[in-house]
């Protein structure tokens, strides 16, 4: 079915169809032995062809080799033929477009065969009429190449706009297990220890209770800022996002945080000039240190961790979190194995590298992070 637009385009080559046929009648060679029935029978004939135009969209090959093939015979179809031969340009394979042209080619191979004057009005007649079929193809296959550039950039741009809305989704989903897993296995850890402790003092309840409170008080206030990012229309005029993101300075805080749930940690900082790390490569390790203490959490509650930096500029950042191997798998708290994949891939985006798995009788937890010279962008 025909849309609007089709309707106007068809109804466009009509009249341009129609309008050729006028203008060029009298500078048409007719041949001087037609007799006024035929030079009518000629005109009847242009008007039909104009009027075929609107077959162009269902059968162009066969309009074109009709109108080309009357043509030899009837002289107001030139018209009609080119819009014949631009649509099958446009709209057919290149090699259907060949054999097409092949039949024009052969038309004014054999009709200069016959041995016309070339200086004849006959002869001009031809050259001129051969001279548009070679135009009309010729422009249809340009609109034809131009469709198809235009076809291949859109694609282009869709896979784009497809990968970003991955990227974004794969970051989002990063960003949401970086930032609640962690908070909300403080917050098992606490209700775990209620529910093994039944005789706890008051005050051991009381400050369980809050440490649940606050821990989950927090996790909301994550959850906010997160959702706040992704709701900003824009980021900040730096290009970095609008809320404080955290930086290797907020390690320790990770660690008071465990440490008070009852975790026995061990922090080493042993990383030089710190201050120089770049903000994202902080930010980097700050995740995977979050990820390695929740994880020791999940799998191997109760056991002590050992939290490590090390590294200088122009060597690397090595982050390493390692803690026993469960002893009772029954004792764990249920996980996807989703962090560690995130974790990988905020590693090769840093462009560094993370290794996990047991080593010995421990889980070890190891990053590194390329550490150049560049002094930190603030919080």
């Not at 099958?88 to 065969?113: D, G, I, N, P």
């Not at 994880?295 to 950042?317: F, M, Y």
Request: proline share 4%; hydrophobic share 45%.
């Amino acid at each position: 079915m025909r849309n609007r637009r089709d309707w106007f385009v068809d109804i466009t080559f009509f009249l341009f169809a129609v309008v050729f046929s006028v203008v060029t009648a009298d500078s048409v060679h007719l041949d001087e032995s037609m007799s006024g029935g035929e030079q009518i029978a000629d005109q009847v004939a242009g008007g039909l062809a104009c009027a075929l135009v609107f077959l162009r969209r269902q059968c162009p090959v066969q309009l074109a080799v009709v109108l080309m093939l009357a043509g030899t015979y009837f002289h107001h179809l030139t018209g009609a033929t080119l819009v014949a031969l631009f649509t099958v340009a446009v709209h057919r394979r290149r090699r259907v477009t060949s054999w097409v042209a092949a039949v024009a080619l052969v038309q004014f191979v054999v009709f200069m065969a016959r041995g016309p004057d070339t200086a004849s009005e006959a002869a001009s007649s031809a050259f001129t009429y051969f001279a548009l079929v070679a135009g009309a193809i010729g422009w249809g296959l340009y609109v034809r190449s131009r469709r198809a550039l235009v076809a291949s950039l859109e694609e282009r741009a869709a896979r784009a706009a497809d990968e970003a809305r991955r990227q974004a989704r794969e970051e989002i989903a990063r960003e949401m297990h970086d930032v609640l897993a962690h908070r909300l296995s403080l917050l098992s850890v606490h209700a775990g220890a209620l529910e093994f402790n039944p005789s706890a003092s008051a005050a051991d309840i009381r400050h369980a209770a809050e440490v649940i409170r606050d821990s989950a008080h927090q996790a909301l206030q994550d959850l906010r800022e997160v959702i706040g990012v992704l709701r900003a229309p824009t980021p900040g005029p730096d290009g970095a996002e609008e809320w404080p993101q955290p930086t290797l300075a907020d390690v320790g805080r990770l660690v008071a945080e465990s440490r008070e749930a009852g975790m026995g940690v061990t922090y080493q900082q042993e990383a030089e000039d710190a201050d120089t790390l770049p903000a994202a490569t902080g930010r980097t390790a700050y995740r995977i240190v979050q990820e390695g203490l929740t994880n020791a959490r999940k799998h191997a509650p109760g056991s002590g961790i050992t939290v490590a930096l090390s590294g200088r500029p122009g060597e690397g950042l090595t982050v390493a979190v390692t803690n026993p191997l469960p002893g009772s798998p029954g004792t764990t708290i249920p996980g996807a194995g989703q962090g560690l994949i995130g974790l990988g891939e905020r590693a090769q985006l840093a462009g560094g590298r993370l290794e996990h798995g047991p080593r010995g009788d421990s889980f070890v937890l190891r990053a590194w992070l390329p550490w150049g010279g560049t002094k930190a962008v603030g919080r």
